[in-house]
């Protein structure tokens, strides 16, 4: 499998969520128990995924290296970079440009909560070709995202951003898969008339090379954008629910980075020693007796 490195973009103004976000990034306000970035950080490590960068802003980026480290005592490497303006989407893979390198990349929204078997990631990765992959999700309401078609061999069709007559209840998420040359083609494009390089060019820039893939996630995941206060309080419902129901940890990058072996057995109880007393280490403390005594 060649070599994937992750992008987690953690930037914007976040003005939705206002004034929650006057004075802090939205993706470190919490769902229910945890930062926001635990949750798309924790999906990145799943997918095996040993080496992310962090965009953010100026202000913000001191927050986040305090929060996350430098990523090693979760057998990691986490990287930093700043996204002064919110100028697209698509401008964080120019941004880490250097840090990607020859490497393909997965580009993920730092609003974004993914649950269930991610086999559907390992699956796209599985795929050597220089295609690039959006994520499919089946939705009720696709006209309030971007859409995409594709074939029974699934390839893309069509896909449009909001379309008032979708052509597939397929909703892409804020989850993305990339050749080498992304960062090439998205420093081609043309601003959109608001000022951005739109993720949505790029994928059409994909497609009109035939180079265009769809992996739908299927079935028992739940994809949830926490980025309005309805959204976020709906997370948090989601998150307790689980977690007060089966005892067991949703997002957490340390038993994450466990389970995928980027941390040994000594190294995960290393890791959870490390962290304060409360809840949240209980729960992980248990973890490593009841698999290890």
């Excluded at 690039?132 to 859409?147: I, L, M, R």
């Excluded at 290393?270 to 280490?281: D, Q």
């Amino acid at each position: 499998m060649a070599e994937t490195k992750g992008i987690l973009l953690a930037g914007g103004r976040g003005t939705r969520l206002y004034p929650m976000t006057s004075i802090v990034s939205k993706q470190l306000q919490p769902i229910y128990n945890k930062p926001m970035v635990y949750y798309p950080l924790t999906t990145l490590i799943v997918a095996g995924i040993r080496e992310v960068l962090i965009i953010s802003t100026p202000e913000d980026i001191p927050r986040f290296r305090q929060l996350l480290g430098d990523g090693s005592a979760w057998g990691m490497r986490l990287e930093y970079a700043v996204q002064s303006e919110p100028k697209g989407i698509a401008e964080a893979l120019v941004i880490a440009a250097p840090f990607v390198g020859e490497a393909r990349s997965m580009l993920m929204l730092g609003d974004n909560l993914i649950y269930g078997r991610l086999d559907f990631l390992r699956a796209a990765m599985a795929h050597t070709d220089e295609s690039a992959t959006v994520f499919a999700y089946q939705v009720s309401n696709p006209s309030e995202y971007g859409v995409v078609e594709f074939d029974t061999d699934f390839s893309v069709l069509s896909i449009e951003e909001k379309p008032k007559q979708p052509r597939s209840n397929w909703a892409v998420p804020g989850i993305y898969l990339y050749p080498p040359d992304a960062a090439a083609r998205a420093r081609a494009l043309k601003p959109s008339p608001r000022g951005e390089l739109e993720i949505t060019d790029l994928n059409r820039a994909y497609l009109a090379e035939g180079r265009l893939r769809a992996q739908p996630m299927g079935r028992g995941i739940a994809w949830l954008d926490t980025g309005t206060p309805e959204n976020l309080l709906s997370a948090s419902s989601f998150v307790a629910a689980i977690e007060q129901r089966q005892g067991l940890l949703v997002g957490s990058p340390e038993e994450a980075a466990y389970r995928t072996g980027f941390l040994s057995t000594e190294g995960f109880r290393r890791a959870v020693e490390a962290l304060p007393a409360s809840n949240y280490r209980s729960i992980l403390e248990r973890v490593v007796h009841e698999e290890h005594g």
